[in-house]
């Protein structure tokens, strides 16, 4: 099993950033690819960026690219997604994922969100 803990939501202005983090613990972090999901009101959960467990690279959805960064330590534990330029649109419940697989999935487990509201 592994919880996974995310931090760092908040309330931002248009243009500004901000940085979001997942404690992970209960399985070696470093044999999992992680991923940060959002899912915005009214709408579906969507992929932002995740981290292929094998060769470390970094996969970005088209609406962040160049905007956010998500990177991990694995000494401890956490994964990061450090958001740059927000828009009102970045408005959302941001979860941290974990899985076995590839960065398109699956992922076995889910943090509880944190919510990151852009105001414009």
């Known amino acids: 099993q592994v919880q996974l803990v995310e931090s760092g939501g908040g309330l931002v202005q248009a243009g500004g950033s901000l940085t979001v983090s997942c404690a992970a613990s209960?399985?070696?972090?470093?044999?999992?690819?992680v991923a940060w999901f959002r899912q915005a009101p009214g709408k579906e959960r969507e992929f932002v960026a995740g981290?292929?467990?094998?060769?470390?690279?970094?996969s970005y959805a088209d609406p962040v690219k160049g905007r956010f960064t998500i990177s991990r330590d694995n000494g401890k534990n956490t994964v990061f997604l450090r958001m740059s330029s927000l828009e009102p649109e970045d408005t959302a419940v941001y979860y941290c994922?974990?899985?076995?697989?590839?960065?398109?999935?699956?992922?076995?487990?889910w943090g509880q969100g944190t919510q990151v509201t852009v105001s414009s």
């Open positions: 981290i292929n467990r094998w060769t470390g690279a970094p």
């Open positions: 209960g399985r070696t972090f470093s044999t999992l690819t």
């Open positions: 994922a974990a899985g076995t697989g590839f960065v398109l999935g699956p992922y076995n487990y």
